[in-house]
Protein backbone atom coordinates (compact mmCIF):
# COMPACT_ATOMS: atom_id res chain seq x y z
CA UNK A 1 0.00 0.00 0.00
CA UNK A 2 2.79 2.26 0.78
CA UNK A 3 4.77 1.78 -1.96
CA UNK A 4 1.84 2.46 -4.16
CA UNK A 5 1.16 5.90 -2.43
CA UNK A 6 4.45 6.85 -2.84
CA UNK A 7 4.57 6.22 -6.90
CA UNK A 8 0.87 7.98 -6.54
CA UNK A 9 2.77 10.65 -5.15
CA UNK A 10 6.14 10.37 -7.85
CA UNK A 11 3.37 10.62 -10.77
CA UNK A 12 2.39 14.10 -9.23
CA UNK A 13 5.39 15.49 -9.12
CA UNK A 14 7.02 16.39 -12.62
CA UNK A 15 3.63 18.40 -13.29
CA UNK A 16 3.86 20.37 -10.21
CA UNK A 17 7.72 20.82 -10.21
CA UNK A 18 7.15 22.34 -13.63
CA UNK A 19 4.31 24.07 -12.69
CA UNK A 20 2.89 24.30 -16.21
CA UNK A 21 -0.21 26.78 -17.49
CA UNK A 22 -2.95 25.70 -15.17
CA UNK A 23 -5.86 26.12 -17.62
CA UNK A 24 -8.61 24.31 -14.65
CA UNK A 25 -7.11 26.82 -12.14
CA UNK A 26 -7.51 29.71 -14.73
CA UNK A 27 -11.13 28.81 -14.95
CA UNK A 28 -11.89 29.11 -11.29
CA UNK A 29 -9.91 32.96 -10.73
CA UNK A 30 -12.03 34.03 -13.69
CA UNK A 31 -15.40 32.81 -12.04
CA UNK A 32 -14.20 33.33 -8.51
CA UNK A 33 -11.84 36.93 -9.06
CA UNK A 34 -13.26 39.12 -12.05
CA UNK A 35 -17.25 38.46 -10.29
CA UNK A 36 -15.99 40.68 -7.26
CA UNK A 37 -16.46 43.64 -9.49
CA UNK A 38 -18.75 42.28 -12.48
CA UNK A 39 -19.84 39.73 -14.08
CA UNK A 40 -16.68 38.34 -16.78
CA UNK A 41 -18.13 37.96 -20.70
CA UNK A 42 -17.94 35.05 -22.23
CA UNK A 43 -14.87 33.85 -23.06
CA UNK A 44 -15.15 33.29 -26.84
CA UNK A 45 -16.62 36.95 -26.98
CA UNK A 46 -13.30 38.56 -27.60
CA UNK A 47 -9.77 37.26 -29.38
CA UNK A 48 -6.96 36.21 -27.61
CA UNK A 49 -5.33 39.57 -28.61
CA UNK A 50 -8.64 41.39 -26.95
CA UNK A 51 -8.39 39.13 -24.32
CA UNK A 52 -5.05 40.08 -23.16
CA UNK A 53 -5.12 43.99 -23.59
CA UNK A 54 -8.55 42.99 -21.19
CA UNK A 55 -6.32 41.38 -19.03
CA UNK A 56 -3.59 43.85 -18.42
CA UNK A 57 -6.75 46.90 -17.97
CA UNK A 58 -8.18 44.62 -15.56
CA UNK A 59 -4.88 44.50 -13.37
CA UNK A 60 -4.78 48.34 -13.33
CA UNK A 61 -8.35 48.28 -12.15
CA UNK A 62 -7.47 46.19 -9.37
CA UNK A 63 -4.73 48.21 -8.10
CA UNK A 64 -6.29 51.19 -8.35
CA UNK A 65 -9.51 49.20 -5.76
CA UNK A 66 -6.51 48.13 -3.63
CA UNK A 67 -7.19 44.35 -4.43
CA UNK A 68 -4.16 42.19 -4.74
CA UNK A 69 -3.75 41.79 -8.71
CA UNK A 70 -3.66 38.58 -10.46
CA UNK A 71 0.26 37.11 -10.25
CA UNK A 72 2.09 36.09 -13.05
CA UNK A 73 1.29 32.12 -12.75
CA UNK A 74 -2.68 33.52 -12.24
CA UNK A 75 -2.61 35.48 -15.48
CA UNK A 76 -0.70 32.62 -17.21
CA UNK A 77 -3.78 30.25 -15.95
CA UNK A 78 -6.29 32.60 -17.42
CA UNK A 79 -4.94 32.91 -20.51
CA UNK A 80 -4.76 29.26 -20.50
CA UNK A 81 -8.47 28.85 -20.17
CA UNK A 82 -9.54 31.45 -22.30
CA UNK A 83 -7.78 30.04 -25.10
CA UNK A 84 -9.04 26.14 -24.60
CA UNK A 85 -11.97 28.27 -24.80
CA UNK A 86 -12.13 29.70 -28.18
C1 LIG B 1 -11.40 45.97 -9.56
C2 LIG B 1 -12.64 45.60 -10.21
C3 LIG B 1 -12.55 44.72 -11.42
C4 LIG B 1 -12.11 43.43 -11.48
C5 LIG B 1 -11.60 42.55 -10.35
C6 LIG B 1 -12.28 42.99 -12.86
N1 LIG B 1 -12.81 44.01 -13.60
FE1 LIG B 1 -13.31 43.92 -15.58
N2 LIG B 1 -13.98 45.85 -15.50
C7 LIG B 1 -13.96 46.69 -14.38
C8 LIG B 1 -14.51 47.98 -14.72
C9 LIG B 1 -14.65 49.18 -13.77
C10 LIG B 1 -14.87 47.91 -16.09
C11 LIG B 1 -15.48 49.02 -16.96
C12 LIG B 1 -16.90 49.28 -16.61
C13 LIG B 1 -17.79 48.15 -17.00
O1 LIG B 1 -17.83 47.78 -18.20
O2 LIG B 1 -18.47 47.59 -16.10
C14 LIG B 1 -14.55 46.55 -16.54
C15 LIG B 1 -14.76 46.08 -17.82
C16 LIG B 1 -14.44 44.82 -18.29
C17 LIG B 1 -14.63 44.36 -19.64
C18 LIG B 1 -15.22 45.17 -20.79
C19 LIG B 1 -14.11 45.77 -21.64
C20 LIG B 1 -13.53 47.01 -21.02
O3 LIG B 1 -12.28 47.12 -20.97
O4 LIG B 1 -14.27 47.92 -20.62
C21 LIG B 1 -14.18 43.08 -19.70
C22 LIG B 1 -14.12 42.16 -20.92
C23 LIG B 1 -13.72 42.73 -18.36
N3 LIG B 1 -13.89 43.81 -17.53
C24 LIG B 1 -13.18 41.50 -18.01
C25 LIG B 1 -12.69 41.17 -16.75
C26 LIG B 1 -12.10 39.91 -16.40
C27 LIG B 1 -11.92 38.72 -17.34
C28 LIG B 1 -11.77 39.98 -15.08
C29 LIG B 1 -11.09 38.91 -14.23
C30 LIG B 1 -9.74 38.55 -14.62
C31 LIG B 1 -12.14 41.30 -14.60
N4 LIG B 1 -12.69 41.99 -15.65
C32 LIG B 1 -11.96 41.73 -13.30
C33 LIG B 1 -13.50 46.33 -13.14
C34 LIG B 1 -12.98 45.09 -12.77
Redesign the pocket.
Known sequence: MRILIYSFILTLLPATALAADDSANGQS??EN??K???Q??KPE??SMQQ?KA??S??QV??K??N?DP?SEQETAD?LSFLEDSQ
Do not use: E
Open positions: IYRCICHPPSLWVLTMRMQKMLV
